[in-house]
């Protein structure tokens, strides 16, 4: 069974400019997570997706979206990028067969590096 | 204070040696997490439990509800060990994490 794909692995951005990046979860799986990791601030939830639906948002400013297409793929967008969204973004995905519920184990993508210059 | 809360943050052990690293969470959780990163970035879910304990090879965690406190024990430590361990827990479908614990292995 494949893995979680992240792509791109790597992206350098100006500022203000918008990214997107993109999640394939392992097959079967409905519920993708998407998490920021910096040296900083350490790892921290952006929001996870459940059958197109986000069901869970962390703090993060509207510059951060996200959605979930039908095949359970992923896309996260960030828009008017800062110096400070320079971090490694993850996504998880797993078998949550109860809504509202993470009670599956994470299956992690290699994650996406951002630099934003 | 973190909702999270891990220690030591670091640790550096022998070949062979036996570590713990303890996690403390200040809400109610639903789950919770033991995640292993090497360098490089990549993250693998070691466990996952929501009472008792489990193992894996050389691995255990257990957690305690009643006093919101879970440890992650490697027997038998090796080098291949070395890496950064994360506590997270999952209230609902949101996770919060730890800060981590960097351990170091040596032969």
């Known amino acids: 069974k494949a893995g979680v794909t992240q792509t791109p692995r790597y992206l350098i951005k100006t500022r203000g400019q918008q990214v997107t990046l993109s999640c394939s979860p392992i097959?079967?799986?409905?519920?993708v997570s998407w998490y920021q990791q910096t040296p900083g601030q350490g790892l921290q939830f952006l929001f996870e997706y459940f059958s197109e639906t986000q069901r869970n948002k962390g703090n993060f400013p509207g510059r951060f979206s996200g959605r979930q297409f039908s095949n359970s793929r992923s896309e996260m967008n960030v828009s008017t990028l800062e110096l400070g969204d320079s971090a490694l973004y993850l996504c998880?995905?797993?078998?949550?067969?109860?809504?509202?519920?993470?009670?599956?184990?994470?299956?992690f993508g290699n994650g996406t590096r951002l630099t934003v210059t | 204070k973190n909702e999270v809360e891990q220690s030591p943050q670091n640790l550096t052990a022998q070949e062979g040696e036996f570590i713990t690293i303890n996690c403390s969470y200040s809400?109610?959780?639903?789950?919770l997490h033991w995640l292993q990163q090497h360098p490089g970035g990549g993250i693998v879910s070691l466990f996952m439990l929501s009472s008792g304990k489990k193992k894996h090879g050389r691995l255990i965690a257990t957690i305690n509800i009643q006093e919101k406190h879970s440890s992650l024990h490697i027997t038998a430590s090796h080098p291949r060990d070395s890496a950064v361990y994360i506590c997270a827990v999952s209230s609902g479908s949101r996770l919060t994490f730890g800060e981590g614990t960097q351990l170091t292995v040596n032969p």
């Open positions: 809400v109610g959780i639903s789950a």
């Open positions: 097959s079967g799986h409905r519920s």
């Open positions: 998880a995905s797993s078998f949550t067969s109860r809504a509202g519920q993470t009670n599956s184990p994470l299956h």
